[in-house]
C-alpha cells in the first residue's frame, strides 16, 4: 500500500524557519495533486498549499509569501519550506497526494500521520 511519511516538523521560535518533507512509499505509478493541509485543536482542517504534476500551485491567504511548497518527482516527494513563522501558525500538518498506483488502476487519495509544528513567541 502506498505510504505518506512527513517529517521536518517541531518546536521553533517565532520568525524562524522550518522545511517539512512528505515521502510516497509503495506502488506509485504517477502521483498528480500533493499538498499540504494543518488543523489547531479545535479548530477546521485547512489548505496550506499544494501543487499539480504540472505545476500549478496555491497557497493560503495567511501563508503567502511565506510558505513555498515544491516537489521532486523523481523521488515522489513534496517539501514545504515555512519562513517568517507565527504562533498562529502552530498546527499539526498533514501531506496529502492523489496518487495512481498502476497504469490500469483509477486515482485515490491519501493522508500522512500528520506532524506537529509549534511556533513559540
Known amino acids: 500500500q502506498v505510504q505518506l511519511v512527513e517529517s521536518g516538523g517541531g518546536l521553533v521560535q517565532a520568525g524562524g524557519s522550518l522545511r517539512l518533507s512528505c515521502a510516497a512509499s509503495g506502488s506509485v505509478f504517477r502521483i498528480n495533486a500533493m499538498g499540504w493541509y494543518r488543523q489547531a485543536p479545535g479548530k477546521q482542517r485547512e489548505l496550506v498549499a499544494v501543487?499539480?504534476?504540472?505545476?500549478?500551485?496555491d497557497y493560503a491567504d495567511s501563508v503567502k509569501g511565506r510558505f513555498a511548497i515544491s516537489r521532486d518527482n523523481a523521488k515522489n516527494t513534496a517539501y514545504l519550506e515555512m519562513n517568517s513563522l507565527r504562533p498562529e501558525d502552530t498546527a499539526v500538518y498533514y501531506c496529502?497526494?492523489?496518487?495512481?498506483?498502476?497504469?490500469?488502476?483509477?486515482?485515490?487519495?491519501?493522508w500522512g500521520k500528520g506532524t506537529l509544528v509549534t511556533v513559540s513567541s
Open positions: 496529502n497526494a492523489d496518487i495512481r498506483r498502476y497504469s490500469y488502476s483509477n486515482n485515490m487519495n491519501y
Open positions: 501543487q499539480t504534476s504540472g505545476g500549478s500551485t
